[in-house]
């Protein structure tokens, strides 16, 4: 949540308020209130952080008493009641309670509710709602699927339709062929015969004349005889049965649509308390899906490190700190202000002179381009894909000296020194301020120099402390979570870097061990990833997208990409 600038108070102090008295209900800056605190009518008060102050009651007349202000509660009529209502006979012997601490108790009721639906059921409920519209797409493109292939179902039927009807055509046309040709044949038979029959007739027309009358005695003419008609049968007609079928059957041929006999699953709500954002990885999904999603991931810590590649940036002495960005480029610093873009392969390509030393001063923005802080200057430069160099962010007198860029929205997130005081401060991707991060619930200072930060995936900023010899880590509300001091009695934090899982590493460096540390979200240590016995004193890190552990080296240019999941 932004911090808005508010004036203390005190008469004629103009300086920011960061406190709040309870009982006076004033405001005070970190002066005013430490006088506030010594002043014999004061020094028992209750003196907050502005965030953490009571809300004073409002003035309200009492019905019954409307000179007198409400400032009592009757605990059984839930009535608020002046000081001169709790005589009347109404109220006598009820529990009474001081009414601005009720009124308190709720005013922080109805904050937590707020909270609780700004921060959990309205993006919750957005989650599905998009979860939902991604169905719907599912769904459209699963019908057209169906449609595609019911089309292509009666194609391929009516392909089957016009090979079987030309194949019954085609036995029409034999049995035809078949018919005629007997029906051709008989036909023959009787030209024959008729023909016989003309050739007889004109032997009887020529024995009956009377020139031949001896013929009709002879041998010849008793052997003329008729032959007898020849039978021949009447062709049976073949007929036509048609197919016993209806809608339902052609229904059946082309299959169905139907729900399979499956209970559909209830859309998953994450528990309130465990809203961060996980995924499970698949295919090509990365760290930035991960921190859009809520589903659990199926990547584990492993039990041993394993080395996946080494490359070189030339133009550095140390590798202090790594700014891995798209398409395999990176920046890398050392602890003499070079500061120097080259590729996955060791080659550079850009080289220029910064203000920083061996802090985690430079990040890549959502946009792709490179932002690095200038202590000297008191600014934060971006450079653009371009290569050009332009003024972003003027800190005022406050020196820059580390800074993230958040992957969940873009914020900026940037550790600074001012003297002896340390804080972190949040802008926006515009570059306008928004949160300053001091001051744990009980007004001490959480910094002391911010010199590495990074976020993790549940929203927490995560910080190493050099000079602390400390890991803060508060939550996005600037709450402070936890502390984590090391794993035995060397810890000097140098870089830090979170990963996919929630892990929080961080390289307890040159005046250290010389080790990776990696903890959980919550602060438990789980391992040691690496030692100074495995040969190399790590200074800077970086995980990238396929979830490598990139670790740069003191008093080399060697970077090792280390494989430590599974």
């Not at 934090?493 to 307890?508: E, F, M, Q, S």
Request: charged share 30%; glycine share 6%.
């Amino acid at each position: 949540m932004a911090q808005h600038y508010l004036v203390c108070g005190t008469e004629d102090c103009k300086r920011n308020c960061q406190f709040y008295c309870n009982p006076c209900h004033q405001r005070l800056c970190e002066t005013c209130r430490d006088e506030h605190q010594k002043s014999p009518d004061t020094k028992e008060h209750e003196v907050v952080t502005y965030k953490q102050r009571k809300p004073q009651l409002p003035e309200e007349k009492c019905n019954l008493h409307p000179k007198r202000n409400v400032e009592i509660l009757c605990k059984e009529c839930n009535v608020p009641l002046c000081a001169k209502c709790i005589f009347m006979k109404e109220h006598t012997g009820h529990q009474l309670d001081d009414l601005e601490e009720k009124y308190a108790e709720k005013v922080a009721f109805c904050r937590s509710e707020i909270s609780k639906i700004q921060d959990y059921y309205l993006s919750t409920s957005q989650g599905l709602k998009k979860e939902i519209r991604e169905d719907v797409m599912e769904i459209k493109k699963t019908m057209d699927n169906i449609r595609n292939s019911i089309k292509a179902e009666a194609e391929s039927l009516k392909e089957l339709v016009d090979r079987v009807t030309s194949d019954k055509l085609e036995q029409a046309n034999k049995i035809e062929e078949t018919l005629l040709k007997t029906l051709n044949l008989q036909e023959k038979t009787y030209e024959d015969y008729t023909e016989y029959l003309e050739k007889l007739l004109k032997e009887f027309h020529r024995y009956k004349s009377i020139t031949n009358f001896r013929v009709l005695f002879s041998e010849d003419f008793d052997k003329l005889k008729i032959q007898s008609i020849p039978e021949t049968t009447q062709p049976v007609l073949p007929v036509f049965t048609a197919g016993q079928f209806c809608k339902d059957d052609v229904s059946k041929l082309l299959g169905s649509v139907n729900f399979p006999n499956i209970k559909p699953d209830k859309r998953r709500i994450k528990p309130m308390e465990k809203a961060s954002t996980q995924l499970k990885l698949t295919g090509k999904q990365t760290r930035r899906d991960v921190e859009k999603s809520d589903v659990k991931p199926t990547l584990s810590l492993s039990s041993s490190v394993t080395k996946v590649r080494e490359y070189t940036v030339p133009g550095v002495n140390s590798v202090w700190h790594i700014s891995l960005g798209k398409s395999g480029i990176l920046w890398a610093s050392d602890n003499k202000g070079n500061l120097v873009q080259t590729d996955l392969q060791g080659n550079q390509l850009q080289k220029i002179q910064a203000s920083g030393k061996d802090d985690g001063y430079h990040t890549f923005t959502q946009d792709g381009d490179l932002i690095y802080t200038d202590r000297k200057n008191k600014v934060i430069n971006r450079i653009k894909q371009d290569n050009t160099i332009t003024e972003f962010i003027k800190t005022g007198d406050w020196e820059p000296i580390s800074i993230h860029s958040s992957h969940i929205n873009g914020d900026i997130l940037v550790g600074m020194i001012k003297g002896r005081e340390a804080k972190v401060t949040r802008y926006n991707k515009t570059g306008k301020e928004i949160q300053n991060i001091q001051r744990d619930n009980k007004g001490q200072g959480l910094y002391s120099y911010p010199h590495f930060i990074t976020e993790n995936i549940n929203g927490d900023i995560c910080t190493s402390d050099l000079y602390k010899r400390v890991v803060v880590v508060v939550n996005k509300s600037g709450q402070h979570r936890f502390s984590y001091t090391g794993h035995g009695s060397a810890f000097y934090p140098d870089a830090i870097c979170t990963d996919l899982l929630g892990h929080i590493i961080v390289c307890n460096g040159c005046f250290g061990n010389d080790s990776l540390d990696i903890i959980d979200q919550d602060g438990q240590f789980l391992s040691l990833l690496l030692t100074l016995q495995q040969g190399i004193r790590p200074c800077g890190l970086c995980v990238d997208d396929e979830s490598h552990l990139h670790v740069g080296q003191f008093n080399t240019n060697t970077v090792t990409v280390y494989k430590y999941l599974q």
